[in-house]
């Protein structure tokens, strides 16, 4: 098996409401994708080939929440991949924090 370069990009997003962001957002995406979740940690899954793209591999999400901060970690196959899953998770986070948005995601 080939080993794939992998791009990732993190953040930490100030919140005082990270466990239920995280929540919902998993909520939100286990409709379709794969996911697994708790209070504190999830996992979201977005295939290669999702919407129609052709990635040499699934991109990974992940989220820890914090007292005072959302903990989020892309790991992507291909840099288009992981620039357009900082986007998708940014516009969800800000849909669902509506009461705070925009939220600071600085992507390291």
Same mark, same amino acid.
């Given at each position: 098996?080939?080993?794939?370069?992998?791009?990732?990009?993190?953040?930490?997003?100030?919140?005082?409401?990270?466990?239920?962001?995280?929540?919902?957002?998993?909520?939100?995406?286990?409709?379709?994708?794969?996911?697994?979740?708790?209070?504190?940690?999830?996992?979201?899954?977005?295939?290669?080939?999702?919407?129609?793209?052709?990635?040499?591999?699934?991109? @990974?999400?992940? &989220?820890?929440?914090? *007292? !005072?901060? =959302?903990? /989020?970690?892309?790991?992507?196959?291909?840099?288009?991949?992981?620039?357009?899953?900082?986007?998708?998770?940014?516009?969800? @986070?800000?849909? &669902?924090?509506?009461? *705070? !948005?925009? =939220?600071? /995601?600085?992507?390291?």
């Amino acid at each position: 098996m080939e080993a794939q370069t992998t791009h990732t990009a993190t953040a930490q997003v100030p919140t005082a409401h990270a466990s239920k962001y995280l929540q919902q957002l998993c909520k939100h995406w286990q409709h379709n994708l794969a996911v697994a979740f708790t209070a504190d940690h999830g996992t979201v899954t977005f295939p290669r080939d999702a919407r129609g793209a052709d990635w040499p591999g699934d991109g @990974l999400v992940t &989220f820890d929440a914090g *007292e !005072a901060a =959302l903990s /989020v970690r892309i790991d992507a196959s291909a840099e288009g991949q992981l620039e357009a899953l900082k986007g998708a998770v940014a516009r969800h @986070l800000d849909r &669902f924090a509506f009461r *705070e !948005a925009p =939220l600071r /995601v600085d992507w390291q």
